[in-house]
């Protein structure tokens, strides 16, 4: 028996001894988020239960199980990958798509009078258990939020991770910690709120200038916090802090209890307290310990917004990142032209040969996601990776997608570019001169400040539309200082809602990334970071435009250059010329010839 043929009999089994404890507790449908307690992208073992049920090994995802059904909800990102883990598992792939139902709704939609739809509370955000739990309502059905069915399923489920905490200090941290919580309480103050509750750990991580690593590729670790008028209190399991970070939080004002302390320390929240929180960033369970005379402030967590717009210290070190990010790049790609044709060059090879060069550079911490390296008919699955059961061997003709990134104590590195192997045909050039066009037109873009950012989405994808082309995932996410690759609140994306906590405001990191996906041949993204800065000013408002930060050439050979105007050659060209300018001091030798041929003029 192939070990994937074993899998998927494995996934059949655990969906069979779930719907046996279903049955016993009277549970007619199971809801099974990606997520854990801080409502996070990436899970730490313990809370991966939906990837453990199913197969699927996607970081996102939606898990349905009821008597008769099973459904996993995954966006455009993940059919292809979602197709082949959950054949055979007994498991049906459900297409998330604009305007149709989500796996609430179905939910909803499917209750009848007096079933029971069960979800972990400790997991589901309470913004969406209040919509869930007033649909089924309405269907006379309701909703059980007290009980974590995986704990009597998962027999050797993980233990909780207990890495190290440590300081992120200066000159990277730009600003103390006592300054931050001031500016906070400040906030909280306008908010008229006393109390204030975060669960997000990237909001903690940059209010505290702490860093961890219990979570892959965010350098964050597992903690709540809780702000009260005379009291900060930090929620961490007590052998993950050093006596001198204990200290140096002790210095200022920051009393520690374990992590499990929270729900105790909730309940003790005076009944006449206004407590600020996200309810798109905590969780119904967590809510539940509140004394239910308690007001709840709902806005966006403040720290979302300060940490979101880097101050200028910030933008420096991250332009310095930038430039060591890049000459690793650089250094990596010369090794690439060398080894295509000369010895066996894997999609593993890829991977590995990315992280040694950005090792050998100054503050690097470890990858910012997991690198996809996708050949031809890979490259099509926006969030392939390889594995060592299932990889290409780069060969022939073709296009190879590299999406790859950094961390760094400075700054945080997300890059993706696409490399020409053997001959490319005239149809793969005109999909990467496509998106190529789709990039500098937004990167080009003058906009109001404060305009909210999914309405930027059309500037980038009308040269790709203008061919009656498209591309299903988002044309650009939010980047963190030294932490979450993927941070809001902006992002730019049509099937987003466009709120007002979505507002562009100067030193907001934003990845620029249209694609063009065609399943089985090959896929085309080509992504920069950009930081919105101040375009000037008119009777008709304040302007802002992008700074490109990222810094690697675009490869030429991949490009139809008639398909570009002059003004979007001109744009490629004054690129290259500063990609050159910024890198060549770091590089010698093979990286060095690589960039200045990489980066002549067309």
């Keep these: 028996m192939s070990t994937q043929t074993h899998a ?10 779930a719907r046996a ?17 801080h409502l996070s992208e990436y899970l730490p073992g313990y809370w991966q239960g939906r990837q453990w049920l199913c197969g ?15 459904g996993l909800w995954v966006d455009s990102r993940y059919w292809e990958q979602a197709e082949k883990e959950l054949a055979g598992s007994g498991v049906e792939l459900v297409k998330l798509l604009p305007g149709q139902q989500g796996p609430l709704e179905w939910l909803a939609d499917q209750a009848v009078a007096d079933s029971v739809v069960a979800v972990d509370g400790t997991v589901l955000a309470v913004a969406s258990s209040r919509a869930l739990a007033s649909k089924l309502y309405e269907r006379g059905a309701r909703l059980r939020t007290d009980m974590d069915l995986l704990n009597e399923l998962w027999r050797d489920r993980p233990a909780l991770p207990a890495n190290p905490v440590y300081e992120h200090l200066p000159p990277q941290a730009s600003e103390s910690r006592r300054d931050k919580i001031e500016r906070l309480r400040k906030s909280m103050l306008e908010r008229d709120a006393d109390w204030h509750f975060i669960a997000t750990l990237d909001d903690i991580a940059w209010l505290f200038n702490l860093r961890g690593s219990d979570v892959s590729y965010n350098p964050v670790f597992i903690c709540f916090a809780l702000i009260g008028p005379n009291s900060v ?10 006596k001198f970070v204990r200290e140096s939080l002790e210095r200022d004002g920051v009393s520690l209890l374990e992590y499990t302390q929270i729900g105790a320390a909730l309940r003790e929240v005076p009944g006449d307290a206004r407590l600020l929180l996200d309810p798109a960033k905590v969780t119904c369970g967590l809510l539940d310990y509140l004394d239910a005379q308690v007001s709840l402030v709902e806005a966006l967590n403040p720290t979302t917004q300060f940490k979101a717009q880097k101050n200028a210290e910030d933008t420096r070190h991250i332009r310095r990142v930038m430039e060591q990010d890049g000459a690793a790049l650089c250094e990596f790609f010369a090794w690439l032209d060398g080894a295509l044709g000369r010895e066996p060059v894997s999609e593993l090879d890829i991977d590995e040969q990315l992280s040694l060069a950005r090792k050998r550079r100054p503050g690097y911490i470890c990858p910012s996601f997991a690198t996809i390296a996708g050949f031809n008919g890979n490259g099509a699955m926006p969030h392939y ?22 961390q760094y104590l400075g700054g945080t590195t997300d890059i993706t570019r696409m490399v020409p192997v053997g001959r490319l045909s005239a149809e793969q050039k005109q ?10 037109a937004l990167s080009r873009a003058h906009f109001p400040k404060g305009i909210l950012s999914p309405l930027l989405d059309a500037i980038a994808r009308a040269p790709i539309w203008a061919d009656e082309v498209n591309y299903g995932h988002g044309t650009g996410h939010g980047v963190g200082y030294f932490l979450n690759v993927h941070e809001g609140p902006q992002v730019i994306a049509y099937q987003a809602p466009a709120t007002p906590q979505t507002a562009m405001l100067p030193g907001m990191i934003t990845s620029i990334e249209p694609g063009t996906y065609r399943p089985g041949r090959w896929g085309v993204r080509i992504e920069n970071l950009v930081i919105n800065q101040p375009a000037g000013q008119s009777e008709f408002g304040e302007f802002l435009r992008f700074e490109t930060l990222t810094l690697c050439p675009i490869d030429t050979r991949c490009l139809d250059l008639s398909m570009l105007s002059a003004e979007e050659k001109g744009w490629l060209n004054a690129y290259h010329a500063h990609v050159n300018e910024r890198l060549s001091p770091l590089l010698q030798g093979a990286g060095l010839a690589w960039l200045r041929a990489r980066t002549a003029a067309v």
Aim: proline share 2%; with cysteine.
């Design 431 to 440: 999909d990467c001169s496509r998106v190529l066009k789709g990039v500098i």
């Design 56 to 70: 699927f090994n996607g970081s996102v995802g939606t898990l349905v199980i009821t008597h008769d059904f099973a």
């Design 385 to 406: 990776r390889a594995s060592e059961a299932a990889f290409a061997q780069i060969e022939g003709d073709g296009l190879l997608l590299i999406d790859s990134g950094g």
């Design 21 to 37: 404890l279903m049955s016993r507790e009277g549970i007619d449908a199971w809801l099974v988020p990606s997520a854990d307690p």
């Design 8 to 17: 998927k009999g494995v996934a059949a089994q655990r969906l069979a001894s």
């Design 233 to 242: 209190t930090l929620f961490v399991a007590g052998d993950k802090v050093s």
